[in-house]
């Protein structure tokens, strides 16, 4: 589960405005909006070019889109 309330926070402090993500995915502002709030999916290919723009590192990008998987591995 991507854990959006993090994403939308790194993307305030990166200074990744909406308009230039849409850009980047190629899709509109809308459908970026509707990915930060979770109303659609963020695909792995979305995810690969957030982490870019985003300059993530492993950690940030596992805390972010792969939260629930991470733990669970972890309690194993």
């Known amino acids: 589960m991507v854990n959006h309330a993090k994403l939308r926070g790194l993307m305030v402090?990166?200074?990744?405005e909406v308009n230039r993500l849409a850009s980047i995915l190629g899709i509109s502002r809308q459908a970026v909006s509707d990915k930060l709030?979770?109303?659609t999916s963020i695909t792995l290919?979305?995810?690969q070019a957030i982490s870019l723009a985003l300059d993530m590192s492993n950690e940030e990008r596992d805390a972010i889109f792969f939260a629930d998987a991470v733990k669970s591995e972890a309690t194993s």
């Open 45 to 47: 290919t979305d995810a």
């Open 13 to 16: 402090e990166r200074g990744l």
């Open 37 to 39: 709030s979770g109303k």
